[in-house]
Nanobody, 132 residues
Framework: QVQLVESGGGLVQPGDSLRLSCIVSGFSLDESPIAWFRQAPGQGREAVTCTRSADSSTNYAASVKSRFVVDRDNAKNTVYLQMNSLKPEDTAVYYC?????????????????????????WGQGTQVTVSS
């Protein structure tokens, strides 16, 4: 059974950093790409990152590139989203997601981010609020 569990959200001030975790069960990280999404109030769920299973290389949304970094710990089967220089517009619920096994080889295989419809497995989300 596939399960993704996010944690690490909270209330921070602009310019602060935060590290989110996504603990994965049901498959290993070298089998599937993992994405981070976020959803701000009244907005759609947007892709923020997409990390390839083979080498952990990551695509980033333009809005977070150079501020956010994804890394993973294969031994813990956990993916991390390190968020630096946070801005009020980063306020959202953050989700990690994984595609179904049939499309693992396709999702994140190129240099773009994939929309939420490509992903079947989702965590419950963790709230990040950036406010002074």
């Amino acid at each position: 059974q596939v399960q993704l569990v996010e944690s690490g959200g909270g209330l921070v001030q602009p310019g602060d950093s935060l590290r989110l975790s996504c603990i994965v069960s049901g498959f290993s990280l070298d089998e599937s790409p993992i994405a981070w999404f976020r959803q701000a109030p009244g907005q759609g769920r947007e892709a923020v990152t997409c990390t390839r299973s083979a080498d952990s290389s990551t695509n980033y949304a333009a809005s977070v590139k150079s501020r956010f970094v994804v890394d993973r710990d294969n031994a813990k089967n956990t993916v991390y989203l390190q968020m630096n220089s946070l801005k009020p517009e980063d306020t959202a619920v953050y989700y990690c997601a994984a595609p179904p096994s049939e499309t693992r080889d396709l999702v994140c295989s190129d240099d773009r981010l994939y929309a939420r419809s490509w992903y079947d497995y989702w965590g419950q989300g963790t709230q990040v609020t950036v406010s002074s």
